[in-house]
């Protein structure tokens, strides 16, 4: 805040300064100039004073010139400023009294005076309203005490004209003090804000210059190691330290490979820091470039027709010679090659052509894959930059490849370019003499380039082999192969012997080879290289486990959770995902996504066994635990049936065998009159309650089918529950046979839109819940409705014990009961809740004393809902 306030304080004292040396410039020319304007226009009495202001004036202004340079000034410029113009304007004021007063037109050397203070100085608000607001007291003041006003109306044009002039004046310079200090602030924080920026523009190249010195010392010594890897390793392969078996031979031809692969990305990865650093060289000669690759194309060909793809070759007949790097070269022709048999799909097609035009040649590199946007073309070619840059991208890759391309080319004073026309198309363009090439990339030492000149000495043999190791063909043409094999791994003759099935889910085929390998002991090992075949496998396989990795093409790991977890064909299976991610983000979404297990990248054989083999045995242990619990299950479904049933049968038995008696009875005529009527009257009753029996059995069936019956079909008609409810109680309290009191307080017009058996069962239900759960002496059930709004509400209210708190969020569950086996089904509840569900509407219970279900449904249904 102090270096702001004196930057503008600084500010403010040059911009006062320049404007006080106009000033004075200014007032030094006019003011004696207009003397002349006196001679004509003042009275001869009134010379002198007039000519005297004017000298004391111009003195001044002659004095002040050295001043406004000392530092007086800085300290007190804005009270210089301002005294200065105070004087020349009451030297103007003095000469209004002489030539007119306040009626005077000499008043417009004050506007003057304020238009000119308002254009050249910089003022506070105190300032501006001091210094105005004298100017215009000294004109004022001095010609009310010394002059008459003859005419008004003049005087007061020319004092509110001045006025104005001293108010508008005054506000534009507050205003403008405002906005330069504004402008001062935005500056310094500009000048703040560029020399930030250069500081750490610096900084970065510094860290640059030392992150490439770093990255190329780094990747050389990882040379060295691997090298260590790779040669014990050719050994074994080669047979030297005696014979392998045939699993022995994949493993240690899986870690060679993956040995070249790293080996190749770490001589990449050099490349790329030497360019950064303008350190790669070029060592050129000229070269048949057509025959070179006519032996390029002639490698790569069987690699490409494993895959499928026909791979063409076009170039002209007679030389072409060109002066360049090949080996460098090879690099660039490699990469195109590697992504055509990457991208271009089994049965497709790869063009190579070779144009001479003159003093330049094309190569061109056309594949009929599925391309990239066009307007990704020049953005392929930065550094570490993919099409697919997402974590399910389909094909793997560092970034690297078409950067180091572009750069190679460019050091041949060529061009390469990218086109996206039914398929990937490149085009190198090299100029064939030597001349065009710039001194400063051209290699001036002997052969060994790949080898540091900083090397140590015992470290020059291992380096010569990691040389030697690159100019082999297994090495050249990595990642063609890689990109054009098929074959995954091997099957296992015994493979149907195994227990357990594993599914594996990786677009990696090392990875995939180093699972079965871990696992074949125990598992039958099946893969899929994507997600979506993944998927595939898992319904047509069903295996034990799955070992996806998290970042694949299609659809990444955790969507192929989510989509497992959907199924109930694979909800089951356990899922152990590879992940290279080690953040616990990744891990948290993944376990609520549903998986089980993680296992990061790089892993031990050992400890993904370990995990396949204990969520295996977690899933045989889970399954024993649902198959005990589901036999509970049958067995309390079983009692609850048995009561459902039970009950209304043991009415409809006791009702028949008292009729069966009374009936007998009466045919052997061993009855008066009178107790043949009451006989009449009890059998009527019976009768009743057999009847109602029968339709409760009948009710309990029905609910049992409709529950379970897939397309079940439902007709919604209006219907008027409130006498559904009187007629469910006439039928409901006879078959209980409990003498249970049961209010009822019906108000307004009950009907809805509904499917009238649906609601009827659920009233049904919900009254003999109610009359059984009532005490068997005082027992009170009372059943309110009303309507409300464009809703039916009704409430079936008990007074026995009611709803316990921890058994409120269960009361709905299928198949939840506090009656015991043999007591209840548990299935009552659940179906009047869906039923209301379905209807739009609600069924809550609320807490006692007693039990109070109430049920609220919209008078219309605008559609018909499916029960869930």
Not at 16 to 42: E, H, K, Q, T
Not at 210 to 216: E, G, I, R, V
Not at 369 to 394: C, H, L, N, S
Not at 719 to 742: C, N, Q, S, W, Y
Request: glycine content about 8%; charged content about 25%.
């Amino acid at each position: 805040m102090t270096t702001l306030q004196d930057r503008w304080q600084s500010w403010l004292i040059e911009r006062n300064r320049r404007g006080m040396r106009f000033v004075l410039l200014i007032a030094l020319a006019l003011y004696p100039a207009f003397g002349l304007l006196d001679y004509l226009l003042a009275p001869r009495t009134a010379l002198p004073i007039l000519y005297t202001t004017r000298l004391l004036v111009a003195v001044t202004t002659v004095a002040l010139f050295p001043v406004i340079q000392r530092p007086v000034f800085a300290r007190h410029f804005n009270v210089i400023s301002s005294v200065y113009i105070l004087m020349a304007a009451s030297g103007i004021s003095v000469m209004t009294v002489f030539m007119g007063g306040l009626e005077s037109s000499y008043y417009a050397g004050l506007s003057l005076v304020i238009v000119g203070t308002g254009l050249l100085f910089v003022w506070p608000t105190s300032v501006v309203l001091v210094t105005h607001g004298l100017i215009l007291t000294s004109f004022l003041i001095p010609n009310l005490l010394f002059t008459n006003v003859d005419n008004r109306i003049e005087a007061l044009s020319n004092l509110a004209f001045l006025m104005a002039t001293a108010i508008i004046t005054g506000v534009g310079q507050m205003v403008l003090f405002g906005s330069q200090r504004k402008q001062v602030v935005d500056q310094i924080a500009l000048e703040e804000t560029k020399a930030s920026l250069e500081k750490a523009h610096e900084e970065l190249k510094q860290l640059d210059s030392f992150k490439s010195q770093l990255f190329a010392n780094i990747t050389h010594e990882f040379k060295t190691p691997l090298a260590m890897v790779l040669a014990p390793l050719e050994l074994m392969l080669s047979g030297e330290t005696g014979p392998l078996s045939s699993a022995q031979q994949t493993t240690f031809q899986s870690m060679f490979r993956s040995g070249l692969k790293l080996l190749k990305m770490i001589g990449d990865l050099l490349d790329l820091s030497r360019l950064e650093e303008s350190k790669l060289r070029l060592k050129i000669a000229e070269q048949d470039l057509g025959e070179y690759l006519r032996g390029l194309v002639a490698q790569v060909q069987p690699l490409a027709e494993r895959k499928g793809i026909e791979l063409r070759l076009s170039v002209p007949e007679e030389k072409c010679m060109v002066w360049c790097d090949i080996e460098r070269l090879e690099r660039v022709f490699l990469n195109l090659l590697s992504n055509a048999t990457k991208f271009t799909p089994p049965g497709g097609h790869i063009l190579v052509r070779l144009d001479d035009v003159g003093a330049s040649v094309l190569v061109l590199v056309q594949d009929d894959g599925p391309g990239f946007p066009p307007e990704k073309a020049e953005q392929i070619f930065e550094r570490f930059y993919q099409v697919d840059m997402g974590g399910t991208r389909r094909y793997g890759g560092t970034g690297i490849g078409l950067a180091l391309a572009k750069e190679i080319v460019g050091l041949h004073g060529g061009r390469i370019r990218a086109e996206s026309v039914s398929g990937a198309r490149f085009t190198v363009e090299l100029m064939k003499d030597r001349e065009h090439f710039r001194t400063e990339v051209l290699e001036r030492r002997g052969p060994t380039r790949d080898v540091p000149a900083g090397a140590r000495a015992n470290d020059r043999g291992l380096m010569d082999f990691a040389v030697q190791m690159a100019a082999r063909d297994e090495y050249r043409l990595l990642d063609i192969a890689e990109a054009t094999e098929r074959r995954v791994s091997l099957r296992d003759i015994d493979e149907h012997l195994r227990p357990h099935v594993a599914l594996v889910v990786d677009d990696t085929p090392d990875i995939i080879r180093l699972v079965h390998q871990s696992l074949r002991s125990h598992f039958k090992v099946v893969s899929a290289e994507d997600g979506l075949k993944g998927l595939e496998m898992a319904v047509r396989e069903r295996p034990s486990l799955i070992i996806a990795d998290l970042m694949m093409p299609g659809i990444d790991g955790l969507e192929l959770t989510r989509r497992l977890r959907a199924s109930e064909e694979t909800r089951h299976i356990p899922i152990l995902m590879l992940t290279a991610r080690g953040d616990l983000d990744a891990r948290v979404q993944g376990i609520e996504t549903g998986v089980n297990a993680y296992l990061a990248k790089p892993f031990s054989p050992r400890e993904l066994l370990t995990n396949a083999r204990a969520l295996v045995q977690q899933q045989a242990t889970t399954a024993d635990i649902v198959l005990t619990q589901r036999m509970d299950s049958l067995e309390i479904v079983a009692g609850g049936l048995a009561h459902e049933i039970n009950n209304p049968l043991n009415y409809l038995k006791n009702a028949l065998a008292r009729v069966r008696i009374d009936a007998s009875a009466l045919v052997e005529g061993k009855l008066s009159a009178e107790e043949v009527s009451k006989t009449a009257a009890r059998m009527r009753e019976l009768f009743d309650i057999a009847e109602s029996g029968i339709k409760r059995i009948a009710g309990t069936v029905e609910l049992m089918s409709s529950y379970g019956r897939a397309g079940y079909t439902r007709a919604i008609r209006p219907h008027d529950v409130f006498a559904a409810a009187r007629e469910a109680i006439a039928m409901v309290l006879p078959a209980t046979g409990r003498a249970v009191k049961v209010e009822t307080d019906l108000i307004g017009d009950g009907t809805v839109e509904c499917v009238p058996e649906e609601f009827n069962q659920v009233l049904t239900n919900l009254l003999q819940n109610a009359i059984e759960a009532s005490p068997d002496v005082s027992g009170l059930v009372r059943v309110r409705g009303y309507v409300e709004g464009e809703s039916v509400v009704m409430s079936v209210k008990d007074n026995g014990p009611g709803v316990k708190a921890e058994e409120m969020a269960r009361i709905f569950t299928p198949f939840f009961t506090t009656k015991g086996p043999g007591r209840g089904m548990g299935l009552g509840l659940t179906i009047a809740w869906r039923v209301m569900q379905s209807l739009g509407g609600t069924l809550e219970v609320r807490p006692g004393p007693g039990a109070e279900f109430v049920l609220r449904v919209p008078r219309k249904q605008a559609r018909l809902r499916a029960v869930s």
